[in-house]
């Protein structure tokens, strides 16, 4: 693709208006639509099925560079019920789906016994546990602190032969780090399809037969998955909500990391699975933090 023939119309907006902006760009052509934060507000704790957007945002849409600019922006205006603040831009030619892949470079965990690599690059230690890993459009790529800490977590742990539940799987890359550091089986799970996607060509990516990790949307859980290891690293408050029912999830004895939980909301957390669990000093970075746990007799 010739990413010269493009230009693209970037108009401020609050949420409430974003939807209704949105379709009048597409109506007029726009073959694309995307936003962002205009004023660096960031958004740490969505609900459970969420989608929160920032106060202020920035919705882009992207034209063929052969468009009719004033056209756009009046067939745009006619049809909102309020002007909007726009500006046109040409967009730099490169190929941006493959951009961000400049930004991602082989990870080493804490004791260098397991590394995620991208699947596009050779891994740089070959004699590692090397989790080669694409995450498509699923969150986790082994960059963020949160599931630093979780891999370096699962690093340590004796894995041979147990069962792993991964809630909030994302990119699958915590289950599937788990089943080549010895783990038997995984039960991903994950309320959003695209994540059950991404886990699913990963796991097939790390030769990881279909029968030893298991895809599954919360409401398909069956009766028999039940953890040895449970690994959830999602945010503060749906680690609340979720707390019986992950809780339910668990063998006697089970090993619990919890993890997506900023340093300040660590009582709060452990709180919620204190009558089951018996929790460890907490491991941080940054701002974030890591829990660990055991399941009381």
């Known amino acids: ?53 920032w106060d202020s945002c920035i919705l882009t849409a992207l034209f063929t560079a052969s468009v009719n600019t004033a056209a756009i922006i009046e067939q745009v205006n ?79 742990q004796s894995l041979e032969g147990k069962t792993v539940i991964d809630f909030g799987c994302g990119s699958g890359i915590l289950g599937i780090a788990a089943l ?27 030769g990881i037969p279909d029968e030893r990790l298991i895809t599954l949307l919360p409401e398909q859980i069956p009766a028999e998955a039940k953890a040895d290891i449970m690994v959830a690293n999602i945010l503060a408050k749906p680690l609340i909500d979720l707390a019986q029912q992950i809780s339910a999830l668990t063998l006697p004895k089970c090993q619990l990391c919890l993890s997506g939980i900023l340093s300040h909301q660590i009582d709060q957390v452990s709180a919620a699975y204190s009558q089951q669990f018996k929790f460890e000093p907490a491991s941080l970075e940054d701002d974030w933090a890591q829990l660990s746990a055991n399941k009381l007799p």
């Open 1 to 53: 693709m010739d990413y010269s023939q493009w230009i693209q119309l970037n108009i401020e907006a609050t949420p409430q208006k974003t939807e209704q902006i949105e379709d009048s760009v597409l109506n007029a052509g726009a073959v694309s639509v995307t936003l962002q934060d205009a004023a660096d507000q960031p958004i740490l704790e969505p609900g459970v099925g969420e989608t929160p957007l």
């Open 180 to 206: 080549l550091l010895g783990a038997e089986k995984v039960w991903a799970i994950d309320n959003d399809p695209q994540a059950l996607l991404a886990s699913r060509d990963n796991a097939q990516r790390n």
């Open 78 to 156: 006619a049809v909102l019920p309020f002007s909007i603040k726009a500006e046109w831009q040409l967009v730099e030619d490169k190929d941006w789906s493959q951009e961000w892949k400049k930004h991602f470079k082989p990870i080493p965990c804490s004791e260098g016994r397991l590394w995620i690599c991208p699947s596009w690059l050779d891994a740089p230690e070959p004699n590692a546990v090397n989790l080669r890993l694409d995450p498509g459009l699923a969150f986790g790529t082994g960059s963020h602190p949160t599931t630093m800490l979780c891999l370096n977590w699962l690093e340590k």
